[in-house]
């Protein structure tokens, strides 16, 4: 009995580990040349292929925000901001699954 138990533990720990292989979010994050923060990323990688999904902020070289931008499931999504390097808003603009409106 102790012995199938432990089979189906095995097979169920190995089937977590090949979805989290081919499925799971991670993000990016790349720098200027000074160190400050260019892009923040975050995506998700499903079966190997980069998807962005969640929140993308891209940052000025004076590490200001210059545009905060919402995907879900590779398209934009809600509210999309853009900024000038000072901080202060620019724009604003909604899309739902890839769409402007407005």
């Given amino acids: 009995m102790y012995t199938f138990l432990a089979i189906i533990l095995v097979v169920i720990i ?13 993000v990016d994050i790349k720098h200027y040349p000074n160190n400050k923060i260019k892009l923040k990323q975050e995506y ?13 902020i891209i940052f000025y070289e004076n590490g200001n ?15 999309q901001k853009y900024y000038d390097e000072n901080g202060n808003l620019l724009q604003q603009e909604v899309y739902d699954s890839g769409t402007l409106l407005g």
Avoid: A
Wanted: charged fraction near 25%; avoid cysteine.
């Fill in 14 to 26: 190995v089937l977590i580990n090949r979805i989290r292989d081919y499925y799971s979010h991670k």
């Fill in 65 to 79: 925000v210059k545009e905060e931008l919402v995907y879900k499931n590779g398209m934009l999504n809600g509210i």
């Fill in 44 to 56: 998700i990688l499903y079966n190997k292929k980069k998807t962005l999904h969640g929140i993308t």
